[in-house]
């Protein structure tokens, strides 16, 4: 009675040695968390501070396009370090990219620029930060130029 | 006439000259095998154990055992004033044979059904124990690749950590899992195999060692005990014809 004790043990012992072995997985798509991370889906990096519309002119004088400009906030403090960028923005309508100066770590305002805009129009940027060329999750912000 | 009175004088003077030498003590050096533990009845009398007698002369019967050893009986000419030595291996009774021979095959058994499984999951379970270090170093490395995925700063990095590096090292933890998980199992069936035949091999009897030769040599003389003793009964069997 006792010896066939034995192999009954050994039968409820085992699975669980070997259960307290087991590691989870750990999925990379499961990784979201990264502000950098084209797939993150935290809070959001980027926040739209306020849109204009304004004509720019050259050195003499002559009007050369009118631009609506995307003005946000770069949430620096999010970043996993103090890291340099560049904002960037895509113009939903043509594909038209636009990148701004490159920022320090200690700069969270920056704006993004559409440019050839008319009176009354409504037009879109998908707006995200460059780091060493390559670019963050974007943000899509909409304004109507209005001069 | 006179020939037979030489004669009856000759028998007479071969009878002096005979008891004459018989009463003189001549010595007997036996080496026998096994020398540790042999006994030996003298004449159907005495039961000695020793390694040198002394004894009158003419011919005495010894009777020679030794434990797991064949009685052997013979007799010896003792010389009157002269050392002889008696060289004698007592052979393996036929029950120590088989017991030696049951021995073997209970020996045999066990290995069997002991030693071979449990080489067998000592094996296995080091097999197991390289690939759970294979799995824990693969799982390390994946949890590296999470703290570095949190310290980087620059997208086209994450990118590639996350859609080349870490695809092929989630592989890599997949396959030494998968790896680990069947020699787990191999080595836990084995485990429960080896507790089986442990519990059957040792249901299974040893086998014992039953010394008929002593009880026969034990009947062949007077043994005196605190009571007085008793008398035993036995018979030889003649080793010369066998």
């Known amino acids: ?147 | 006439m006179a020939s037979a009175h030489f004669h009856i004088f000759t028998w007479v003077l071969l009878l002096i000259s005979t008891t004459a030498d018989s009463q003189s003590p001549g010595t007997l050096r036996l080496f026998i095998d096994p020398g540790n533990n042999f006994s030996f009845v003298l004449d159907g009398k005495h039961r000695m154990q020793q390694r040198e007698v002394t004894l009158p002369g003419g011919p005495h019967r010894f009777q020679f055992w030794a434990p797991t050893r064949r009685i052997v009986d013979t007799t010896l000419a003792v010389f009157p004033d002269r050392t002889v030595d008696f060289t004698l291996r007592l052979p393996f009774s036929d029950e120590y044979k088989a017991y030696q021979f049951q021995m073997k095959a209970f020996r045999n058994n066990r290995k069997v059904n002991r030693l071979v499984p449990l080489l067998a999951t000592g094996a296995s379970a080091v097999v197991s124990t390289v690939l759970f270090i294979k799995y824990s170093d693969a799982h390390k490395q994946l949890e590296e690749d999470v703290a570095l995925y949190d310290a980087l700063t620059t997208p086209g990095a994450i990118r590639v950590l996350k859609e080349q590096d870490m695809v092929a090292h989630v592989d890599d933890f997949k396959k030494a899992e998968t790896r680990f998980a069947i020699s787990a199992g191999v080595t836990g069936g084995l485990a429960i195999l080896t507790g089986y035949l442990f519990v059957k091999s040792a249901r299974v009897k040893v086998p014992v060692f039953d010394d008929k030769e002593r009880v026969k040599f034990d009947g062949l003389a007077w043994m005196p005990g605190s009571k007085g003793g008793t008398w035993g009964g036995g018979f030889t069997i003649n080793m010369a014809k066998r």
């Not at chain 1, 879109?124 to 109507?144: E, N």
């Open chain 1, 1 to 147: 009675m006792r010896r066939s004790f034995i192999p009954l043990l050994l039968v409820g012992v085992l699975p669980l040695l070997f259960a307290s072995c087991y590691k989870d997985e750990v999925a990379e798509a499961d990784l979201t968390t990264n502000p950098f991370d084209p797939d993150y889906d935290g809070a959001p990096i980027i926040e739209l501070l306020g849109d204009s519309t304004y004509k720019q002119f050259n050195n003499l004088g002559v009007i050369i396009d009118t631009v609506i400009e995307f003005k946000f906030r770069v949430r620096t403090d999010l970043f996993p370090s103090p890291t340099a960028y560049e904002p960037f923005g895509v113009q939903v309508n043509n594909g038209t990219e636009y990148t701004g100066p490159v920022q320090t770590p200690t700069d969270n305002e920056a704006f993004v620029l559409h440019r050839h805009v008319l009176e009354g129009s409504n037009y879109c940027m998908d707006v995200s930060i460059k780091v060493q060329g390559s670019s963050t999750r974007s943000y899509r912000f909409c304004a109507t130029a209005d001069l």
